[in-house]
């Protein structure tokens, strides 16, 4: 058998059937970024994909599909508010949480944004991407061990703590040996001393009064890293296993019984109606009956009065 091999090679089709398309898609700034937005993360999906699904494809064919009002309210009080708690409560409430315990206890718990103040301060709270962001294990440990790394060592640390709304005379108190250290530094009690004073002392403490300091910090598992640890998955725990399980339970107990209490209200009210109706009904038959009576007398009396008139003419 012979082969030709002068036979025209098949051109390479592109993936696309408009490769010019194609290319213009995936050199688009604002497509990578719609692709980016959309894209898996292993095995968990990214934000707008949650979004799209749980209020596109879970609560509005619900409720185009409810069979009468009332299950449309429901949906709306309870579905609606039950998935906008899950996306958006629980982390709102670990971070309400963590500043919370971080003001009582004084350790920075939480990191935050770059122009946190004014509305935005609000929102970084609300964000569940972004915002305010609740210190997991990593970061603890990287803020709270081993501050010799650090460029100013310890001065570094005393401005992290600062920055995040803690408190560090409460922060350094909660470790007997730093609390008996920088009292000695400070020639008096360390829970009523000032963040610049402890920062003086600091300054001019000797270097084995530092070292003794250093060395409460240099284990990751210090004494430190596991409070503030304990601080923070206590309160997580709370908002994500408790608080939101508990308002979502209250929400479908609440939901019911605002379905009895209308459905209840809508009864009554048909009865009231239809009493109403069967009394106005009542009424106007009686008067039709008055009135058929009214009749039937005049018209006796009519003939009575005819036949009274025609004796008195026979008579005449």
Known sequence: MKINNNATPLKKQPSFGNAALGKKMFSSNTFNKIAKNLEYDNFTMSFPVTLGLLYGA????????????????????????????????????????SKL?????????????KNHKGVKKYIDYINPRGGVQVMNKEQIIAKYSDLEANKNGFVDFAEFIRSQGGKLNKVLASNKNTKAEFEKMLGKDLKSS??????????????????????????????????????????????????VPLFMIWLEEFNEKTTKRLKAKENEELANTMKAKEAQK??????TMKVSSYHSTDARQSFKNFFKMVNNKGEV
């Open 282 to 287: 009542a009424k106007s038959g009686f008067d």
């Open 101 to 113: 315990s971080s003001k009582a206890t004084g350790f920075a718990l939480n990191l935050k944004p």
């Open 194 to 243: 000032t963040h610049q004073e402890i920062l003086d002392a600091w300054k001019n403490a000797s270097k084995e009064s530092k070292d003794k300091v250093y060395a409460e910090f240099k284990n990751p598992d210090n004494s430190f890293t596991k409070k503030a640890r304990v601080h923070n998955n206590v309160f997580n725990a709370v908002s994500t296993f408790l608080m």
């Open 58 to 97: 879970t609560v509005l064919p619900r409720y185009i599909q409810a069979y009468d009002k009332h299950d449309r309210r429901e949906i709306l009080t309870r579905d609606l508010t039950s998935i906008t708690a899950i996306l958006f409560l629980a982390a709102s409430l670990r971070k309400g949480f």
